[in-house]
């Protein structure tokens, strides 16, 4: 195969992958233009098209799928050749890229990864943050972290972090202007801060529990985020409530900024796990990130 043929495939299985040449092309190191002008040429080369464009979409046609079947296991070995290599060197060297909630940076990761890096200086962790249910496989993801119950059955995994407990706040300034909820009922008298989950389009339900009895409850409010960070801080502007997990409030709530309600009602879920595909072959570089970050209850 030809220098330029490779960079062709090369270029037409991660547009293919990120169904979109912007994204592709970012990735890739190149301008839209460059990365539109190489999928012409090997449309031309093979007299077919392979990706259908639309001012909102890109996606492969039917030849194009094909050619992705045919093609992709050879790339990711190449990929799997080229990381084994690095195995032979005195410590473990390459590039992990994990997709995970925000929340799981604060509570699992930062306390975690500067002795990591420290300890491996030729292992470079990427970090992409997704409050939904990323498919790690069609994003080409080493792994990605849930909470225990969200994991699927045919995924490796391994937990890396304590159960989650979740909390109920809000400021001293909110609560001077309404009465605190005496129960999750009430909550839909309150000005609530809304999660959207991305994967499905729908906002998150608020989850309780008590006396073995578990339910959720669908607040309002004026304002929607996507992320658990900017919730907690919409909470300390004193913009409304937020549901958030116990640990990244803690200071908060100790120092009087933030004021923790239907303590009895709020629910404990399993630990973050980090789930891959029990099919691939980890690198060594992975499977050193894996073990480093395993939660060990001590």
Same mark, same amino acid.
């Given at each position: 195969?030809?220098?330029?043929?490779?960079?062709? *495939?090369? $270029?037409?299985?991660?547009?293919?992958?990120?169904? =979109?040449?912007?994204?592709?092309?970012?990735?890739?190191?190149?301008? +839209?233009?460059?990365?539109?002008?190489?999928?012409?040429? /090997?449309? #031309?080369?093979?007299?077919?098209?392979?990706?259908?464009?639309?001012?909102?979409?890109?996606?492969?046609?039917?030849?194009?799928?094909?050619?992705?079947?045919?093609?992709? &296991?050879?790339?990711?070995?190449?990929?799997?050749?080229?990381?084994?290599?690095?195995?032979?060197?005195?410590?473990?060297? !390459?590039?992990?890229?994990?997709?995970? @909630?925000?929340?799981? *940076?604060?509570?699992?990761?930062?306390?975690?990864? &500067?002795?990591?890096?420290?300890?491996?200086?030729?292992?470079?962790?990427?970090?992409?943050?997704?409050?939904?249910?990323?498919? *790690?496989?069609?994003?080409?993801?080493?792994?990605?972290?849930? /909470?225990?119950?969200?994991?699927?059955?045919?995924?490796? $995994?391994?937990?890396? #972090? &304590?159960?989650?407990?979740?909390?109920?706040?809000?400021?001293?300034?909110?609560?001077?202007?309404?009465?605190?909820?005496?129960?999750?009922?009430?909550?839909? !008298?309150?000005?609530?801060?809304?999660?959207?989950?991305?994967?499905?389009?729908?906002?998150?339900? %608020?989850?309780?529990?008590?006396? !073995?009895?578990?339910?959720?409850?669908?607040?309002?409010?004026?304002? *929607?985020?996507?992320?658990?960070? @900017? $919730?907690?801080?919409?909470?300390?502007?004193?913009?409304?409530?937020?549901?958030?997990?116990?640990?990244?409030?803690?200071?908060?709530?100790?120092?009087?900024? /933030?004021?923790?309600?239907?303590?009895? %009602?709020?629910?404990?879920?399993? #630990?973050?796990?980090?789930?891959?595909? =029990?099919? +691939?072959? @980890?690198? @060594?570089?992975?499977?050193?990130?894996?073990?480093?970050?395993?939660?060990?209850?001590?």
């Amino acid at each position: 195969m030809r220098r330029d043929e490779f960079t062709e *495939i090369r $270029a037409f299985l991660e547009v293919a992958r990120e169904r =979109s040449f912007t994204r592709a092309a970012a990735k890739l190191g190149v301008t +839209r233009s460059a990365l539109s002008h190489t999928i012409s040429a /090997l449309e #031309g080369r093979l007299g077919v098209r392979l990706l259908s464009r639309t001012t909102r979409d890109v996606a492969p046609t039917a030849a194009g799928e094909r050619l992705v079947e045919s093609i992709q &296991p050879h790339f990711e070995s190449i990929a799997a050749g080229i990381s084994a290599i690095g195995a032979l060197r005195d410590k473990p060297s !390459g590039h992990v890229r994990i997709v995970c @909630p925000d929340d799981a *940076i604060d509570l699992v990761f930062r306390p975690r990864l &500067p002795a990591f890096l420290h300890d491996y200086p030729d292992i470079t962790v990427e970090l992409i943050i997704d409050n939904g249910f990323t498919n *790690i496989v069609e994003r080409q993801f080493d792994a990605g972290v849930r /909470l225990g119950e969200a994991v699927a059955r045919d995924m490796v $995994a391994v937990r890396i #972090g &304590p159960d989650v407990s979740y909390a109920v706040v809000g400021s001293p300034e909110y609560f001077r202007r309404r009465s605190a909820p005496a129960n999750p009922q009430d909550l839909t !008298g309150h000005n609530c801060v809304n999660l959207r989950l991305p994967t499905l389009g729908a906002l998150y339900a %608020w989850e309780f529990e008590k006396d !073995g009895r578990e339910f959720s409850v669908r607040v309002e409010g004026q304002l *929607i985020l996507s992320d658990i960070g @900017p $919730a907690i801080h919409a909470a300390l502007d004193g913009i409304g409530l937020a549901y958030v997990p116990k640990d990244l409030v803690r200071p908060y709530v100790e120092s009087g900024h /933030l004021r923790a309600v239907l303590v009895d %009602w709020c629910p404990t879920f399993q #630990g973050y796990r980090l789930y891959y595909p =029990s099919r +691939r072959n @980890p690198s @060594p570089a992975f499977s050193t990130f894996v073990e480093a970050f395993r939660y060990r209850d001590r």
